[in-house]
């Protein structure tokens, strides 16, 4: 799980700014996280799901929805509670935190998933 971890956190920072789509839906105004988005950028989610096993469908959906599940399982990642736990919380950073403080959230929810009780 850390290793899962670890390529997301090197990702986000790398990248630096939120992967982003227009809404094709009716109602929908502005942009919204996507998995796979413009440019080539890609979510904390998103990064791990390979150009293989991702589908559009999966827009919009968040990491605990099956498809997306099946999506990482078809990309070598794992499929237990605590992955999609640590998914949802990194989604999270991606889609609510600016990138300017996604930094001091990765290493925050990394000390509180990996380094309690050393």
Not at 23 to 29: R, W
Not at 58 to 84: C, K, M, N, Q
């Amino acid at each position: 799980m850390k290793e899962v971890f670890d390529r997301v956190k090197t990702h986000l920072l790398a990248q630096g700014e939120r992967s982003q789509q227009q809404p094709n839906g009716f109602g929908f105004q502005g942009v919204v996280c996507a998995y796979h988005g413009a440019n080539g950028l890609k979510c904390a989610v998103g990064c791990l799901i390979t150009e293989e096993a991702y589908s559009k469908l999966l827009e919009g959906d968040p990491v605990e929805v099956d498809l997306v599940r099946a999506a990482l399982v078809a990309s070598g990642i794992v499929d237990d509670f605590d992955t999609i736990d640590m998914l949802r919380r990194l989604q999270r950073i991606h889609d609510c935190f600016p990138p300017t403080a996604w930094e001091g959230a990765l290493d925050d929810l990394e000390t509180k998933l990996f380094k309690q009780g050393e």
